[in-house]
């Protein structure tokens, strides 16, 4: 979340940035397919471990999930608005505006 606040100051007022995280679904039941799989694995052993080694530690999970992205991304960065802007069946395009 420290980058994702730092792109926040840079922004103009209503300037906006680009999120591309995993496709995933907000609970382990919607994760359950191929793709899912393959994330859990390569979250668990990348994505989590880097995450608690960073300052702000948030590490969401194997996989977040589109409703937990939204929360940090307005609750904790500060943007005031999230859209999907759309979606690939590997990957979640989030819009955040500041």
Do not use: H
């Amino acid at each position: 979340m420290g980058a994702l606040k730092t792109i926040k100051k840079a922004l103009k007022p209503g300037g906006s940035v680009m999120i591309v995280e995993p496709m995933a679904g907000d609970s382990l039941l919607d994760n359950l397919n191929p793709v899912g799989r393959m994330y859990y694995s390569a979250s668990t052993m990348v994505c989590v471990p880097t995450s608690l080694a960073q300052e702000t530690g948030r590490a969401l999970g194997a996989q977040a999930g589109e409703k937990r992205l939204r929360e940090v991304i307005v609750d904790e960065a500060g943007f005031s608005s999230v859209l999907r802007a759309t979606e690939t069946p590997f990957n979640l395009i989030l819009e955040a505006r500041a």
